[in-house]
Each structure stands twice: as structure tokens, then as C-alpha cells.
């Protein structure tokens, strides 16, 4: 059979080949800007061609810092088009974080986003790597000549804007960067290559999955810079979807806006974002008439959230789970619920595979119905972390996910905490996660986390540190009163702390290194 | 990225873990027969191991001659999973030709279905490459020693059948070998790859497209040895949908039992089946209530048949187009039918590029609403023919289909003639199908053909051949004045024959080689 390279600008050569005319938007102040696949394809090709007139080689990397927008869009194929790696980077980090991040990543092109000129200054300042800053969505360059310049992307396009020949390059040569949370250690940079990427989109438009079509229009709420915004962009390209980017506002009143403007079918996000939709509608009283579905992500998402989800909006939820180590996409559960079907996080569309573990790496028995180390193996799962000599997986090929986590019969995941959150206790396993679910149920906690902490006799025991809702006290012996009788009792916290607000890291989930370190000494 | 071949036996190992207890149903004299996902592969890995106790090694050839049953299924995997590539054989074939095909594959082994123990027998009398016959849907074996002993598939497992671990070999090992039809030409074979039929399986799975679900049952009425029955073995086990195998018969009673009996949803084959299907219900009243899309291959169908079909089964027809080369999907129109929109062939997924050329070669400088010579290049498209040494692209790597094509604005493909079928007279091009197409609508007619006859002044003339309909008799001056007017006068044909049987080849089309053989001299 023929060699045919499985590269992701195959999937923008073919939107603006075959849906030339289907819109990709990006939300405006005044009015949305709008751009057929054909148009964005031809700046994306001249990007292309101006990133390797500045001297940038197959391999390099490129960092952007911007949010949802058809720029960053084209900055996407420009880049990995002809080979050069995007490393997308969460405007939200602190200086520091990125500085070491773009600092490991050696990229030597920062791109910025709206509003966020200063940022990549400051950056440049403290990263000697980036030899050139480049801003668009609008923004203007503040001085277009220097020994490490800046400069407008229409400016670079007009300057240097000449198209280049797209893909011929081998299928495993990487095509992007992301760089873990590090909510329990330091970040990780995965590298995707075009072939991981390539079949994790083909993996996801299973009509079990995300089952995209090109009468869809699909709200991409998840940001760029995390996880390959769940692989949207390529999907919604490789079938020709219209594409609704909402820029750096995802606030409910500009969400309703643009799903009603533009017909939005499909919306992925967290669901704190469907939940500030929520807010505003029952506020205005509005509708999204068009909309179908909410593919939603992460894990522990009660029921009766999603409930208030697919009530409020009219559509069906799709809950799914995923990470940056998997391209992102692990499970997600099908378009169509069958009623009483369990949700939890779906399950595994063909090309990831999956077993559970104890905790001494042995595959258990059992691979049903009971809680264990989950580890995958896919054609999208990580190898080895970016610049790590060593490889990320197991004697028998498996990556660890880090999650504890349950299949039932029919194959739905569920997540039941992270293994590394686990306190040793005696000898014996501690879940804080199951606490966290107890108490985080409770009318006056907000936030609720529970660590261990080092103990002599026992190794370690938990504390648990609880951010009361606004206007509410937590009283302890009510917290311990809510566990008693469904936890075991030596699991009971030693120690209940209340705390003004919660550390959390730049995805918003707590900060449980941070929790450590303050309270995690004997 | 992490290294993880893309091969076939995934999607059986994916179905068995996930979806094990979905049937495979095989149609049955008295009782259909069936067997779990997860059975049927413990049957399978176990018949790798018999094939391997054989000697057979990884890249030899095993054919099989066999209907659509499980135990066919289970060959294909057993062998595939191993690294053995099954070589599928059309029971319909002459022996010459079957002779032909299993000695230039040198096939090792020759599994057959039921009733096809005797031709089995005559095959390995002319072959003296194969040294095992096994039989198998519940055909006995007559002897179970001699030089070249023949045994049941059942006696096979139950004497050596230990169970074999699958892949872990590159995923360009060949998985498949099918033999073209050869209507305009010798036979060649196509080595399909594990990589080539996974990654066209993802492909077919898109919404837009198959969009087959683990709620599906698919009943798959295209034959196993025609082009992998369009690749639903691996389609449907990738998904865990239920497969309805309906064995040697297809009459319209006894499909029409199976999709009631097993709450059939999506039934694929070429509309022949279907118009038999509809006549046995209009004869006994009965209806097809579960069914819900009918998808059908082959180029020509006419609209109003497809709507026929679409009010008596009250189903959606997907129309599509595909080729042994392309492993074998092309095009498809999507499930939801836009209503007024083109049908066609439908569109090409991802992972397809086609392109339209002139008969020089030069690429058409309008792609659009333009008839040209249709070229195509992908991930699942053939390089060259099973034991050339010559490639079968040209030399900018795209391989030509032999098709004349159209392609709308939308990007829906009209088929319209085989380019190898065109008449060159006086320097210009007649295409013959516009005249079958014109003529086969008379209703007097029923099978229609035109060729080129050799002529001294013109170069070629065309000549056409029509098998009337029963009980009718064509008269050759309304033949010609239904075509004046809709194609040019020096297009008419110089000569109209009556045939009492048109030629048709193993595949049921016309077998225009042997008309020319006939008709084409001077």
C-alpha cells in the first residue's frame, strides 16, 4: 500500500479543500471575525513560509501564549505544517513557571495573544532563548526593529508571507508541545508527534466518541494551550465543522452570544463554563435552541450537575476523561445515553488500552468492579516526558496514569483518586479522595483536600484542610460526624484545617504540593 | 510518542475485552448460530496456533473459499493475528481462475465453507501448492490422512489448538490479499497491510461516514471475499456492534427473517440485495421496522431506485463508492441526509485525496463540475499489485482509479464511465456510458453495453449490445432515436446486436473484455 505520511496539515489541506467555505470563527467585541478553512489554510501556509525565512528549522520550537482564536488557529498548522513543534503555553502560569518551561523548551519564537504583549516581554527579558516576539489577535508591536525584535503577524505576513509546501516529512516527528499541570510535581513536557495527534483525532470522531460532522458547529471552550484543546482543532478540520472560538472571554453572557450567533451544535469545556451559562440564562431567561451537546472532561462531576446541565441547556452531556499524556482523550461516554446506562466517564474507543494494577504493579485478577492503579497503552500515549532520558512506562510497555479508578461491566471508568494522594497509614491505604467526597458534600464546604502527614508511628496520617463556603464556618466535630460510619475510623483526619482560600494551580484544581508542603511536615 | 503498531487483531482484542458478550450471529437452517465477541476470540487465537503447529509461518498465504459465517470470521482473524495473510477467493469464480489466482499466490492452505468441499477438492487437484484443505460452517471432512490430508475445523482446533499471541509484528506486514474482478483486464491482486485496513477502518467509522456504534446490529450482506466485505469485520469489532453474518443465502426472505430476528439497524450491499429484499415484502406484507440505514456500493444507482428502497424499508440509503485498491472505501454520503442536497457517491473522508486529470495526465485546472480522470492517493490506497515490479502511481504518486468522474461544489462524486470503457473515434472521445445510460432506461431493455469495434478510417466505432428484457424484443430505430438529441450524432453506434445473455464476469458486471473479444474486430 502506498506510504502516506499521517501528518495533522492533512487535516487543514482537506477542511479547505472539500469545506473551503465553512467558517471558523473568533468572538469579537464589536463584530465576530470570520474566516473560511480555504482563506485560513493560504495565511497558514504563508506562515509557514515566513517562521522558516526567520531561520526556523523542522524541530524547532515555537511557544505561543494566546487564547482560542483563529490566529493562534493559523499559528497551530503554520508551525507544525512544515515541522516546526507549537509549544502552547497557559497565559494564566506565573513568570517563573513559564520562564522555565519556554527556558527547557529552548523556543526560540514567542507568540502572544490579545493582551498579553507585556507578559511575553517580560519573558523575553528573562528567557535569553527567544530570539523574536511576535503579537497578534490585534494587538500592535511596540517597536519592529532590535537586536530580538517584535513584530505584528500581519506585518511578518506582509513581509515575509511567501506559501511553503506542507508535510513530506517523516510521520513521528513531533508537532507539539504541552507541559503537564504539576499539581503533584514539577511540570512534564509531553511531545506529540503528527502520528499520535493524527490518530487520536481519527479515535476520536467515532460516532461513539465526539462523532463530529461537517453539519456540526462546535464551541471550543477548552483553551489551546491545554492539552491540544482536547484535539479540536484538527478534529473539527479533518471533518469540516464550523469552529466557534471565543477568545479570551468564556464568561456566560458572551458563551450564550456566540452559540446562538452561530448555531453551536457541539460545546466542549470544563463545567464550570456550562455552569456560568447556566447562571446567566437563568438570569436572562435566554435559550440555545441550536445546541445538542456538551462534551464535558475532568473527573468527580456529580450527577445531578450534569443533570442541571442537560436540563438547563438541552442537550446531552457527554462526560469524558483524558490527559496530556494521552493526546488527551482516554474515555468519553457515547452521543446517545441510553436511559440508566452508567455514565461515570465512559469508556475507551478502539486504540487505547487499558488495565487496572495493584499497587505493587501486578495486573489484578479481577479487572471489574473493583479499584486499582489504572495503566493505559495506546497509539497516543507518551513514551517518555520531553528531555527525559528515561522511558515513562512499566517493564510490560504500561503508562501509569496516576489514577485510581473502576470499570464497571460494560466499561465505563470510573475515577476514584489519585494514587499519588494516597496515604500510607500503618501498612494500610488511606483514599483521601473518598473523604473529599463526603465532606465536599456538605452545605458549608466550599473546598475540601485532605494530605498526609508525616508521622513516626504511623508513617503518615491525613490532614484535612477545608475552605468553608462564603458566609459559612466548618465545625469539626460535624465533618468527623459526616464521615463516621462511612470510612473506616483510623482513616478519620488527626487534624481539620480551615483556610481563607485554597491553593490552586493555574488549572484551577488544588494545589495539593503546595498543601504538603505547609502541612505535610510532622 | 509511544510505539503501538496498528494492526487488525486490535479490533477483535478490543471487542472481546470491552464488548464480549455482544453476538456474532451466523444465519442457520434452523437455528441461527451464536457466538460472544469474547468466545469467538478464544476460537480464534487458538486457530493461529493450529495454523502455526502446520508450519505455516508469518507472510504466508492461506485462501479461503467461503461464505459470510462466523467460523470465516474467525479464520481471517486467526490468520491476520498472526501475521498469516488470508487470501479471500470468490466461490463464483471458474476453477480456471481460481487456479489461476491460488497459484500465483502460492496459497499454503485452503480453507472452504459450506458445500464448497468438492470444488475445494478440485482446487487442490490443480494446485499443488496447497497442502491442507479444511472445511468448516459444518461440512465433514472425507479422509483425515493422506499426503495431502483435508481435516474439519473443529477436529483442527480440538488436535492442535493451542492458543497464539497476536501482533507485535510491523504494521506493513500484509494482512489480506484480494484479487480485483478483472472486467476490463487479467485479475491482479491487492496485498492489503494491517496498517492500510486500520487506519481505512477509522476512517469508515466517522459520523459523516459508517458512524457504526456498539448499539448497532450490521448486517453484512456484502460477501467477506468481496474487498473485505467493505471492511465491516474490523468495523464492526472495532465498535463491539453486533454482526449479522447471513452465510450462503441472500435471498429477500430470508434477510428479511434475520433483520427482524436480530433487530438489525444498518444493512450493507449492493442494491440488487436490497430490490430482492423489497419484492419479498411487498409479496408478504411484512416490514423491517428496526432498520434504519441502508448503505450500497457500486456506481449508476438511480435515484428513483434508491428512494424506492428508502420508502419501502423506511430507511436511510447511504450511496458510496470504493475499489479493491482502496481498501475499499472511497466516498459515502453521510447518514443524515441534508434534504435536496446531492447524493452521488457522496464525499470522501480524511485520509483520501482525489484528484481529477485530463487524458494527458495533466491535472484539471477546474476541479469542479468538470468530467476527468479520476486519481487518487491515501493511507489505504494500493502501491503496487501483489507480485509487480512495477509501481501503480504515476509519477507524482497518485494512483488512477480507470474512473471518469465529476465532483460538485460540495465535493459529492458523480462516477461516470470507466475511462479504460472510452471509444476513441476520429481523435475524439465517446463515453459509452452516457448511451447505456440512456438506453438502459428504455423499457424494453435490460442489460445494455457498448464498445469500440476497430474501424480503418475512424480508428475505433462503437457497437452495442443489448440483452432485452424478458419477453420484449428491441428495435434498433427507437434505440437511436432515443439517443438523438442527447448525444451527438457521430456518437451513435454504427451497429446494435441482440444478445440473448450478456457476458458477465464472477462479479455480475457486464464483462465487456469478452464483448470486445466478440464484437471488436473489424
Redesign the interface.
Known sequence: ????G?TVD??LD?AA???GQVPVVTAGQGEDAVIGYAALKDRAERLSGAFLDMGLVPGDRLATLAWNTRHHVEVWYGAMGVGIVCHTLNPRLTVAHLTAMITEAEDRVLIVGQGLGDLGRELMAACPCIEKLILMDGDAAKMETGARPEIEIEALLAQSGRPATWGGFDE?APAGLCFTSGTTGAPKGV???H??NY?ST??C????AL?????DAVLVAVPMFHANAWGLPFAAA??GATMVLPGRVTDGKSLARLINAHGVTVAMGVPTVWLGLIDYLDASGEETPTLERVVVGGSGIADALLKRIEDRLGATVQTSWGMTEL?PMGTIS?P?R?PGAARASG?????LDMQLFDANGVALPEQRNVVGHLKV???????RYYGHEETA?DAG?W?DTGDLAEIDDA?NLTLSGRSKDLIKSGGEWINPAEMESIVGAMPSVGLVAVIGRFDARWGERPVMVIEPRQGHAVNDNEVLAALRGKVADWWLPDRIVSVETMPLAATGKINKTQLRATYGAA
Not at 470522531?205 to 461513539?208: M, N, W
Not at 462523532?211 to 453539519?215: I, R, V
Not at 469508556?347 to 486504540?351: L, N
Open positions: 500500500m502506498q506510504a502516506y499521517l492533512r487535516f482537506h479543500r472539500w469545506h513521528n511531545l506529540y508527534s502520528r499520535a490518530l481519527l479515535r470522531l467515532q460516532a461513539d462523532a463530529l460532522t461537517g453539519s479533518a471533518v493526546s457515547p446517545a441510553t469508556r475507551a474507543p478502539v486504540g497503552r495506546g497509539h497516543s500515549v507518551v513514551e512506562l510497555g503508562f466499561g
